[in-house]
């Protein structure tokens, strides 16, 4: 299997684990997200949440393939000893669409670079461990515009196709944005395109992804 093929995944519910580091407590967070507003939102309410923590550092992956975005801050702990490790955790499961924060309370003694990498790396396995896991399906959008005498066709290729109709406007014509997941999309409109000869106009919505 490629890379490209690998299957990624996104977390059903926000979830938490504790890890102590010799005397510091590392509590880690994971809550899903589907934009950077969304994430950094979320960023900030728990970091208003845990206030009296000496640290809180972010990571977050959105969107899949060319799309993906990834971001992370280390929140004044040296540089690279916390945000990357952070996103590296996330990346090594292929999670997306999800925040991680860690919440650092200070014990007393210091763990040194290495050892802050380590012990933000592992709050975040730890809480990924307890996270129920969902596979991201990649898909395609498609806006159908077509008349009314070819809506028993349109709603055939839907059906076989198993596109899920994410708008419908009904006016003079008919249009609708569909997802059709990626591998099926060129058959899609392939099938469409010979049972309606050629009236269904369809055009590119761009790609987007869905868990299951």
């Known amino acids: 299997m490629t890379e490209t093929a690998r299957p990624s995944y996104t977390i059903a519910a926000a979830c938490e684990a504790e890890l102590r580091v010799k ?3 590392f509590v880690a967070w994971l809550a899903p997200a589907q934009s950077r507003e969304q994430a950094e939102a979320l960023i900030a309410g728990r970091a208003q949440q845990f206030a009296e923590a000496r640290h809180n550092c972010h990571a977050f992956r959105l969107g899949l393939g ?22 590296q955790a996330l990346a090594a499961h292929r999670l ?5 924060v860690v919440s650092r309370y200070f014990g007393g003694t210091k763990l040194g670079i290495g050892g802050l990498m380590r012990a933000y790396s592992g709050a975040v396995q730890a809480a990924i461990a307890q996270a129920k896991l969902m596979p991201l399906i990649r898909t395609h959008r498609l806006l159908l515009t077509y008349l009314y005498q070819h809506s028993a ?24 944005l569909v997802a059709v997941r990626a591998e099926a999309a060129e058959a899609f409109c392939a099938s469409l395109q010979e049972s309606s ?3 269904v106009r369809i055009h590119s919505g761009g790609e987007s992804h869905f868990s299951e």
């Open 23 to 25: 005397d510091s407590r």
């Open 66 to 87: 060319e799309q993906l975005l990834a971001h992370s801050s280390d929140a004044q702990e040296p540089s690279g000893s916390a945000g990357r490790p952070m996103l």
């Open 96 to 100: 997306t669409n999800l925040v991680a």
């Open 153 to 176: 066709v349109v709603e055939k290729a839907l059906h076989q196709y198993h596109a899920e109709i994410l708008q419908s406007d009904f006016g003079t014509e008919i249009n609708r």
């Open 197 to 199: 000869g050629g009236r």
